[in-house]
Protein backbone atom coordinates (compact mmCIF):
# COMPACT_ATOMS: atom_id res chain seq x y z
CA UNK A 1 0.00 0.00 0.00
CA UNK A 2 1.39 3.16 -1.12
CA UNK A 3 1.11 5.71 1.46
CA UNK A 4 2.82 9.66 1.38
CA UNK A 5 2.92 11.56 3.88
CA UNK A 6 4.17 15.13 4.31
CA UNK A 7 5.34 17.52 7.19
CA UNK A 8 7.16 20.86 7.44
CA UNK A 9 4.77 23.30 6.43
CA UNK A 10 3.88 26.67 8.70
CA UNK A 11 3.86 30.72 8.66
CA UNK A 12 6.77 32.19 7.29
CA UNK A 13 7.91 35.54 6.64
CA UNK A 14 8.28 37.30 3.04
CA UNK A 15 11.92 36.26 1.96
CA UNK A 16 12.10 33.22 4.15
CA UNK A 17 12.73 29.77 3.74
CA UNK A 18 10.56 26.11 4.65
CA UNK A 19 12.15 22.55 3.67
CA UNK A 20 8.69 20.29 3.22
CA UNK A 21 9.44 16.53 3.22
CA UNK A 22 7.72 13.65 2.33
CA UNK A 23 7.93 10.11 3.95
CA UNK A 24 7.12 7.99 0.89
CA UNK A 25 6.35 3.57 1.96
CA UNK A 26 4.99 0.91 -0.60
CA UNK A 27 6.74 2.69 -3.87
CA UNK A 28 9.49 -0.13 -4.20
CA UNK A 29 9.81 -0.05 -7.96
CA UNK A 30 12.33 2.47 -9.36
CA UNK A 31 10.31 3.76 -11.69
CA UNK A 32 8.83 6.10 -9.95
CA UNK A 33 8.34 10.07 -10.27
CA UNK A 34 7.88 11.89 -6.85
CA UNK A 35 6.48 15.55 -7.06
CA UNK A 36 5.45 18.54 -5.45
CA UNK A 37 2.27 20.11 -5.98
CA UNK A 38 0.02 23.48 -4.60
CA UNK A 39 -3.35 24.59 -4.57
CA UNK A 40 -4.48 28.10 -3.31
CA UNK A 41 -7.77 29.16 -2.57
CA UNK A 42 -9.78 29.52 -5.89
CA UNK A 43 -7.24 27.68 -8.25
CA UNK A 44 -6.20 24.47 -9.65
CA UNK A 45 -3.77 22.46 -8.23
CA UNK A 46 -0.35 22.43 -10.06
CA UNK A 47 3.04 21.31 -10.10
CA UNK A 48 5.85 22.76 -8.68
CA UNK A 49 8.41 20.29 -8.26
CA UNK A 50 9.43 17.12 -9.80
CA UNK A 51 11.73 14.37 -9.84
CA UNK A 52 12.31 10.78 -11.67
CA UNK A 53 13.85 7.99 -8.72
CA UNK A 54 15.68 6.20 -11.84
CA UNK A 55 17.73 9.19 -13.72
CA UNK A 56 17.35 11.92 -10.60
CA UNK A 57 15.90 14.23 -13.76
CA UNK A 58 13.99 17.16 -11.87
CA UNK A 59 11.58 19.86 -13.54
CA UNK A 60 10.43 22.83 -12.31
CA UNK A 61 8.33 25.85 -13.51
CA UNK A 62 9.27 29.47 -14.27
CA UNK A 63 7.38 30.34 -11.45
CA UNK A 64 9.64 28.45 -8.37
CA UNK A 65 12.94 27.62 -10.40
CA UNK A 66 15.86 29.16 -8.98
CA UNK A 67 13.88 29.33 -5.74
CA UNK A 68 12.70 25.20 -5.00
CA UNK A 69 14.92 22.48 -4.90
CA UNK A 70 13.83 18.64 -4.88
CA UNK A 71 16.05 16.46 -3.66
CA UNK A 72 15.92 12.51 -2.32
CA UNK A 73 17.34 10.81 0.49
CA UNK A 74 17.01 6.98 -0.56
CA UNK A 75 17.86 5.70 2.67
CA UNK A 76 14.90 7.31 4.78
CA UNK A 77 12.56 7.08 0.81
CA UNK A 78 11.84 10.53 1.79
CA UNK A 79 11.72 13.39 -0.71
CA UNK A 80 12.61 16.57 0.42
CA UNK A 81 11.16 20.46 -0.89
CA UNK A 82 13.70 22.96 0.14
CA UNK A 83 11.82 26.65 -0.73
CA UNK A 84 13.21 29.81 -0.38
CA UNK A 85 12.84 33.09 -1.08
CA UNK A 86 9.37 32.76 -0.55
CA UNK A 87 6.64 35.55 -1.11
CA UNK A 88 3.19 35.32 -0.71
CA UNK A 89 1.93 34.07 -3.80
CA UNK A 90 3.52 30.79 -2.93
CA UNK A 91 0.90 30.22 0.11
CA UNK A 92 -0.88 27.10 -0.67
CA UNK A 93 -1.62 23.89 0.77
CA UNK A 94 1.20 21.90 -0.80
CA UNK A 95 0.68 18.13 -2.01
CA UNK A 96 3.37 15.51 -2.39
CA UNK A 97 2.46 13.17 -4.84
CA UNK A 98 4.00 9.81 -6.79
CA UNK A 99 3.44 7.79 -10.35
CA UNK A 100 4.78 4.69 -11.99
CA UNK A 101 6.87 6.20 -14.60
CA UNK A 102 8.98 4.70 -17.59
CA UNK A 103 12.39 6.62 -17.76
CA UNK A 104 12.36 7.63 -20.81
CA UNK A 105 8.80 9.96 -19.91
CA UNK A 106 9.92 13.34 -20.00
CA UNK A 107 9.62 14.55 -16.04
CA UNK A 108 8.10 18.21 -16.39
CA UNK A 109 4.83 15.58 -18.08
CA UNK A 110 4.42 14.25 -13.90
CA UNK A 111 4.52 18.20 -12.52
CA UNK A 112 2.00 18.63 -15.99
CA UNK A 113 -0.60 16.38 -16.59
CA UNK A 114 -1.70 14.83 -13.61
CA UNK A 115 -3.93 12.05 -13.87
CA UNK A 116 -6.29 9.41 -11.77
CA UNK A 117 -2.90 7.25 -11.29
CA UNK A 118 -1.15 9.50 -8.93
CA UNK A 119 -0.73 8.43 -4.85
CA UNK A 120 -1.10 12.35 -3.08
CA UNK A 121 -0.08 12.82 0.72
CA UNK A 122 -2.87 14.60 2.62
CA UNK A 123 -1.15 18.14 2.23
CA UNK A 124 0.71 20.27 3.94
CA UNK A 125 0.14 24.32 4.58
CA UNK A 126 2.03 26.75 3.80
CA UNK A 127 1.59 30.59 4.26
CA UNK A 128 3.89 33.79 3.31
CA UNK A 129 3.29 36.66 5.49
CA UNK A 130 3.79 40.09 3.58
Known amino acids: QVQLVESGGGLVQFGGSLRLSCAASGLESNNIAIGWFRQAPGKEREGVSCINRATNNTYYPDAVKGRFTISRDNTSNTVYLQMDSLNPEDTAVYFC???????????????????????WGQGTQVTVSS
Open 97 to 119: AAVFIAPTTPIQTMCNKPHSGYY
